[in-house]
């Protein structure tokens, strides 16, 4: 049982590319999170799932695609870097009302 | 808007109970009230979640008032590796809305001295 995997553990991007961070979960979870925590500060939502094909909209979804075609995973895509997005994101999934799992977290700086 | 309201920070001196307050005002009857810590350079753990009952864990207590309105974390002996944000969160039982159950405050910053 793996929990919350998150791929890749660093990335550096230039302004303007794009990527996708991963997401996944072996717990069977219908909730999936995607959070941006920036230095020295609490965690943002950007988008969450409430199970495969319903997505939903968090505090800071700009500039952010997610999509859930499995219970398993939830990526996250960048559609155009910007340098403001620099930060440190973190997935993670759970039972309705129940424990949140946390993956590790991938780094991401944009120069 | 995060539905709790818990103090910036907070200082313990080890192997002494540390309370963690949280306020949350608004509670429905159906919300789960969560915990959770973020130690450094690592990403946010569970602590503990109770809906009315007291609960306790191998890591700590949990102790919910009476009307539901506030409760407090307890950690029994403090040690340098609980120092960390904690937050306080509310987890409601039901799809509508369900954004709000994501929502993270700023959290209580506990620090632990030798």
């Known amino acids: 049982n793996a929990g919350v995997t998150q791929t890749p553990k660093f990335q550096v991007l230039k302004t303007g590319q794009s990527m996708t961070l991963q997401c996944a979960q072996d717990m069977n979870h219908e909730y999936m999170s995607w959070y941006r925590q920036d230095p020295g500060m609490g965690l943002r939502l950007i988008h969450y799932?409430?199970?495969?094909?319903?997505?939903d909209q968090g505090e800071v979804p700009n500039g952010y695609n997610v999509s859930r075609s499995t219970t398993e995973d939830f990526p996250l895509r960048l559609l155009s870097a910007a340098p403001s997005q620099t930060s440190v994101y973190f997935c993670?999934?759970?039972?309705?009302?129940?424990?949140?799992?946390f993956g590790p977290g991938t780094r991401l700086t944009v120069l | 808007d995060a539905k709790t309201t818990q103090p910036n920070s907070m200082e313990s001196n080890e192997e002494e109970p540390v309370h963690l307050p949280c306020n949350h005002s608004?509670?429905?009857?159906?919300?789960?009230i969560h915990w959770y810590r973020q130690l450094p350079s690592q990403g946010p753990e569970y602590v503990i979640h109770?809906?009315?009952s007291n609960v306790n864990n191998r890591m700590a207590s949990l102790a919910i008032a009476e009307d539901r309105k506030s409760s407090t974390l307890i950690l029994h002996r403090a040690t340098l590796r609980d120092a960390a944000v904690y937050y306080c969160?509310?987890?409601?039982?039901?799809?509508?809305?369900?954004?709000?159950?994501?929502?993270f405050g700023p959290g209580t910053r506990l620090s632990v001295l030798p």
């Open positions: 799932s409430v199970g495969a094909g319903i997505t």
């Open positions: 109770g809906l009315t």
């Open positions: 993670a999934s759970s039972r309705l009302a129940q424990e949140q799992f």
């Open positions: 608004t509670i429905s009857g159906t919300d789960y």
């Open positions: 969160i509310l987890r409601a039982p039901n799809r509508d809305n369900y954004g709000q159950n994501f929502v």
